[in-house]
């Protein structure tokens, strides 16, 4: 029995590892925009990317934008 609740623990652990590696987190920058087409330079992280796989992008904050001033 213990055996069997211990390969169960194990076998959780593995997928668990192996999901949170499966999620890179690649900081890029935007070089340039062409209609529907980006281009990033994620410098030395590019290796964590592989072509055809779907990437979420999400679009800094400007700087420099309207401050609001109070008395």
Not at 8 to 26: H, K, W, Y
Not at 36 to 50: I, W
Request: aromatic residues 2%.
């Amino acid at each position: 029995m213990n055996k069997k609740i211990l390969a169960l623990a194990m076998a959780m652990a593995f997928t668990v590892g192996t999901v949170a590696i499966s999620f890179a987190n690649v900081k890029c920058e935007v070089k340039s925009v062409s209609g529907s087409t980006v281009t990033l330079d994620c410098g030395g992280d590019a290796g964590k990317l592989e072509v055809g796989s779907t990437v979420k992008v999400k679009a800094g904050k400007k700087k420099g934008g309207a401050a609001i001033e109070g008395c």
